[in-house]
């Protein structure tokens, strides 16, 4: 079976405050995702990536950065983490050509 | 861009009754079509999916899935439903044009009354 982690379930972060959200999988995916999870909007794709060092923007990109320096490793990062950031991030990761996604635990961030 | 409308936000049901969840994408081509399931306090699971072939798709837990490609529709159904099937569904749309990521409804909520 496809296993995603997420480094933490829980996180609480003061404002402004340098926040890493880190995702491995285990099944050698090419492409990784970072989505957050909010009541009455559903996913929404943060940033994504094709391959190690590669990374794309998602329909909401601003005020995220994202790593990948090995190909199961994508790490979300909030360089200046506010309270409209507040929200359930997920992780996940496919093989190519669209064959569906297998997603992590998520990550619950609260910002205070 | 491709787009994906789930029409109900929340359904509310009693045991054994049937369901039917709506999910229509903008615009056709070659799509992929999902539906993933979020149980309360666990992680997002695929329930179903369609690729090509017979556009009935059965998935797991007794749901099925049927893709009408003229109406652009991709609904989800159980003959009966229990209440463990309380969960939030999500409808996903991978079109060959957007590479591999997938687009997603905006999810419905589906509350089974014992």
């Known amino acids: 079976d496809v296993k995603v982690t997420q480094s933490s379930r829980y996180l609480v972060k003061r404002t402004g405050e340098k926040v890493f959200l880190e995702c491995v999988q285990d099944?050698?995916?090419?492409?990784m995702f970072w989505y957050r999870q909010d009541p009455g909007l559903g996913l929404r794709l943060i940033y994504f990536s094709y391959d190690v060092k590669m990374k794309e923007k998602g329909d909401i990109p601003e005020g995220y950065s994202v790593s990948r320096e090995k190909k199961e490793r994508f790490s979300l990062i909030l360089e200046s983490a506010s309270t409209n950031q507040t929200s359930m991030y997920l992780c996940a990761s496919s093989p190519p050509y669209g064959q569906g996604e297998y997603f992590g635990p998520g990550t619950r961030l609260t910002v205070t | 861009a491709q787009s994906v409308s789930q029409h109900n936000h929340h359904v509310i049901l009693s045991e054994a009754a049937s369901l039917e969840l709506g999910c229509n994408y903008s615009y056709g081509g070659t799509v992929n079509l999902f539906w993933y399931v979020q149980y309360p306090g666990q992680h997002l699971q695929l329930l179903l999916k369609y690729f090509s072939g017979d556009p009935l798709v059965k998935g797991i837990k007794g749901f099925e899935a049927e893709f009408i490609k003229s109406k652009f529709s991709f609904n989800l159904r159980k003959p009966s439903v229990q209440w463990s099937d309380t969960a939030e569904y999500f409808c996903a749309v991978n079109d060959y044009n957007q590479g591999g990521k997938l687009i997603f409804g905006q999810g419905t909520e589906l509350s089974v009354k014992p």
């Open positions: 099944m050698d995916h090419e492409n």
